[in-house]
């Protein structure tokens, strides 16, 4: 890209530079610099986004918000959307209800429930985090060339900056030069980072054409509260509760109707439909219900359904792209702002470890290996729902089309994965599936589910993921059994000295700051407490010695080990810094274990 820039460039030097300040942008943004790395980030748009856009969030995004400390926030402004209702042409052709269910069944959700809230609002949650730090999104500037460096030593050494950034600022027309350690771009489906890294996007557009419109509704549609899924023979619609009245309602278009006025697709629908347009369309869906608008359209858009997923997610483990810059597909499902948030999420720890010295380059090579895996399973998912959503129903002239009962088994089906909480990491350096049977309700790969367990101290009820912070540490969950068991008093003796190389081995710098001990012991609260009992690097801090017993009331807590698959005498279990189980080992040879673990990534004697 030219520029009439009139100032010569001002070179600086940052460990990260951001592009793009979306969802995916800011979250990684404000967990870096939160992680005390040196980072900046800019964004073309003068501002951030002041309406529409994305606005679901998943119940394990909420999980991984509540990790940094941002969930409260979020559950205090958001709506909750807890129902689901499904409509389809009744006898006269009309829709009528067919089944009302939960919107999110899958058990070991710790928050059974999307958050709706508009994706300017979601940004600010980040914003203001980032302040506290002291770090700024950069308005209004975009980079207008990118070097990268073709010396490989260059690129293999983590301290020097490979990348050589020219930065305009479009107000003020002058520019900036930035050299950088490592590069994400995070600028959206048309990423200029991502041409400039030479990949490419895979995939196609679909036919389904779809119009969203934000409104208060005035409507005697009874479900306009639920997330509600709309089939009638005039197309399909669906409502999506919003804060405070709003809604917002994704409406199945008539794609013939579109395709005559010529042109290209995707810019002749934001040019011809018009939301008054939209909101016709919608009102002969929703027949014999009703539907107007409470003062204006706050916001709307149309789009064809569009799933792509980026040839590569990084270049030389220097380079990377996250969200829309590196997957696309339907929003219906609300995928598309949970997945580029966790991108990020899976990318903030391996680079702050890799920044502070402590792990090798190699770690982020998992980055592309376990998101660019998700993201397809997501395309292909996208596949299939979107058949099913924007398919014709049903009826008795339409034998071919989508019954209820299709589409419901599908909702139910797909639930684990929309949520977030069936996301599942392959084998790799940081996920060694041995010793499953220790845990056997636990997945090796999956996050660590949520459990509420009491402090030995006071009996104070905690919630096991609000102890697995998202602090760039590993946490390393000891469950210890009965530890008033003499017998199991002494195997953790012999346990804990095998420890002894965290503090006190030639790696000792590496492994300091790297993890955080919680011991959960099988006894009950009423029996001796173990807390002054237990060797004393399994008891860090008074808080972290757990009970697996109920609280005061009886109503929290208790048959944990039961629920988890552990069995009696005990097991380690190694939740990385985002939260997924990384391995898990017996008592016996734990030391062991995660030491072989920590060598295959981390900067320490003895690494193969």
Not at 125 to 134: K, N, T
């Given at each position: 890209?030219?520029?009439?820039?009139t100032?010569?460039p001002?070179?600086?030097?940052?460990?990260?530079?951001?592009?793009?300040?979306?969802?995916?942008?800011?979250?990684?943004?404000?967990?870096?610099?939160?992680?005390?790395?040196?980072?900046r980030?800019?964004?073309k748009?003068?501002?951030?986004?002041?309406?529409?856009?994305a606005?679901?969030i998943q119940?394990?995004?909420?999980?991984?918000?509540?990790?940094?400390?941002?969930?409260q926030?979020?559950l205090n402004?958001?709506?909750?959307?807890?129902?689901?209702?499904?409509?389809?042409?009744?006898?006269?052709?009309?829709?009528?209800?067919?089944?009302r269910?939960p919107?999110?069944?899958?058990e070991?959700?710790?928050?059974?429930?999307?958050?709706?809230?508009?994706?300017?609002?979601?940004?600010?949650?980040?914003?203001?985090?980032?302040?506290?730090?002291?770090?700024?999104?950069?308005?209004p500037?975009?980079?207008v060339s990118?070097?990268?460096?073709?010396?490989d030593?260059?690129?293999?050494?983590?301290?020097?900056y490979p990348?050589?950034?020219?930065?305009?600022n479009?107000q003020?027309n002058t520019?900036?030069?930035?050299?950088?350690?490592f590069?994400i771009?995070c600028?959206g489906?048309?990423?200029?980072?991502?041409?400039?890294?030479?990949?490419s996007?895979i995939?196609?557009?679909?036919?389904?054409?779809?119009?969203?419109?934000?409104?208060v509704p005035?409507?005697?549609?009874?479900?306009?509260?639920?997330k509600?899924v709309?089939?009638?023979?005039?197309?399909?619609?669906?409502?999506?509760?919003?804060?405070?009245?709003?809604?917002?309602?994704?409406?199945?278009?008539?794609?013939?109707?579109?395709?005559?006025?010529?042109?290209d697709?995707?810019?002749?629908?934001?040019?011809?439909?018009?939301?008054?347009?939209?909101?016709?369309?919608?009102?002969?869906i929703?027949?014999?219900?009703?539907?107007?608008?409470?003062g204006?359209?706050?916001?709307s858009t149309?789009?064809a359904?569009?799933?792509?997923?980026?040839?590569?997610?990084?270049?030389?483990?220097?380079a990377?792209?996250?969200?829309?810059?590196?997957?696309?597909?339907?929003?219906k499902a609300g995928?598309?702002m949970n997945?580029?948030?966790n991108?990020?999420h899976?990318?903030?720890?391996k680079?702050?470890?890799?920044?502070r010295?402590k792990?090798?380059?190699?770690?982020?090579?998992?980055?592309?290996?376990?998101r660019?895996k998700?993201?397809?399973?997501?395309?292909?998912?996208?596949?299939?729902?979107?058949h099913?959503?924007s398919?014709?129903?049903?009826?008795?002239?339409?034998?071919?089309?989508i019954s209820?009962?299709d589409?419901?088994k599908?909702?139910?089906?797909f639930g684990?994965?929309?949520?977030?909480?069936?996301?599942h990491?392959?084998?790799?350096?940081?996920?060694?599936?041995s010793?499953?049977g220790?845990?056997?309700?636990?997945?090796?790969?999956?996050?660590?589910?949520?459990?509420?367990?009491?402090?030995?101290?006071?009996?104070?009820?905690?919630?096991?993921?609000?102890?697995?912070?998202?602090?760039?540490?590993f946490?390393?969950?000891?469950?210890?059994?009965g530890?008033?068991?003499?017998?199991q008093k002494?195997?953790?003796?012999?346990?804990?000295?095998?420890f002894?190389?965290?503090?006190?081995?030639?790696?000792?710098?590496?492994?300091?700051?790297?993890?955080?001990i919680?011991?959960?012991?099988?006894a009950?609260k009423?029996?001796?407490?173990?807390i002054?009992?237990?060797?004393?690097?399994l008891?860090?801090?008074w808080?972290?010695?757990?009970l697996?017993?109920?609280?005061?009331s009886?109503?929290?807590?208790?048959?944990g080990?039961?629920?988890?698959?552990?069995?009696?005498?005990?097991?380690?279990?190694?939740?990385?810094?985002?939260?997924?189980?990384?391995?898990?080992?017996?008592?016996?040879?734990?030391?062991?274990?995660?030491g072989?673990?920590?060598?295959?990534?981390?900067?320490?004697?003895?690494r193969?």
């Open positions: 890209m030219s520029t009439s820039a100032t010569e001002i070179d600086t030097q940052v460990d990260v530079l951001i592009v793009g300040a979306g969802p995916s942008g800011l979250f990684c943004a404000n967990g870096l610099a939160k992680a005390g790395i040196n980072v980030i800019v964004d748009r003068p501002e951030k986004v002041a309406a529409g856009q606005d679901g119940p394990r995004t909420i999980e991984v918000l509540q990790s940094y400390g941002l969930a926030r979020l402004e958001a709506n909750q959307m807890h129902m689901a209702a499904f409509y389809n042409p009744g006898p006269n052709g009309d829709i009528e209800l067919s089944e269910a919107d999110v069944s899958f070991t959700a710790r928050y059974p429930f999307e958050c709706t809230l508009h994706q300017g609002s979601i940004e600010s949650i980040f914003l203001d985090s980032m302040s506290q730090e002291g770090l700024h999104v950069e308005r500037v975009e980079p990118v070097d990268i460096s073709k010396d030593k260059v690129l293999k050494d983590v301290n020097a990348f050589s950034v020219t930065l305009l479009t003020t520019t900036s030069r930035v050299h950088a350690k590069l771009g600028d489906a048309h990423s200029s980072i991502r041409k400039s890294l030479g990949f996007m995939g196609q557009q679909t036919p389904f054409v779809w119009g969203v419109v934000d409104i005035d409507t005697d549609f009874p479900d306009f509260r639920c509600s709309i089939h009638s023979n005039h197309g399909s619609l669906m409502f999506i509760p919003r804060e405070g009245d709003r809604v917002r309602i994704y409406i199945q278009l008539d794609n013939q109707a579109v395709v005559q006025e010529g042109g697709r995707s810019e002749r629908l934001r040019e011809v439909i018009e939301p008054a347009k939209l909101l016709e369309v919608a009102a002969k929703l027949k014999p219900y009703t539907l107007k608008v409470v204006d359209v706050h916001w149309n789009y359904i569009g799933q792509r997923i980026a040839s590569q997610f990084s270049l030389a483990e220097r990377f792209i996250a969200g829309d810059a590196c997957h696309t597909h339907s929003p995928q598309g997945a580029s948030m991108d990020t899976n990318l903030i720890w680079l702050a470890l890799v920044l010295g792990a090798d380059v190699s770690l982020l090579k998992t980055y592309e290996s376990e660019r998700y993201a397809q399973d997501l395309i292909n998912f996208d596949k299939e729902f979107s099913y959503f398919g014709r129903p049903r009826t008795e002239e339409n034998q071919d089309g209820h009962e589409f419901y599908a909702f139910q089906t684990e994965f929309t949520s977030g909480i069936g996301i990491y392959a084998p790799s350096i940081i996920v060694n599936p010793n499953q220790h845990a056997t309700n636990l997945s090796i790969g999956k996050r660590v589910p949520p459990h509420t367990f009491i402090q030995s101290a006071d009996g104070r009820p905690i919630e096991l993921q609000d102890l697995i912070v998202s602090n760039i540490r946490k390393l969950l000891f469950f210890l059994g530890v008033n068991d003499r017998m002494r195997r953790i003796e012999v346990m804990a000295r095998g002894g190389f965290l503090k006190d081995g030639d790696d000792s710098k590496v492994y300091e700051g790297l993890y955080d919680v011991s959960i012991c099988s009950k009423f029996e001796r407490p173990p002054t009992e237990l060797p004393e690097i008891r860090p801090h808080s972290r010695v757990l697996d017993d109920t609280d005061i009886g109503r929290l807590g208790g048959g080990y039961e629920k988890l698959g552990i069995h009696p005498t005990g097991a380690l279990v190694v939740a990385r810094p985002d939260g997924y189980i990384g391995m898990i080992s017996s008592l016996e040879d734990a030391a062991d274990n995660v072989r673990y920590f060598k295959g990534f981390l900067k320490v004697c003895g193969q």
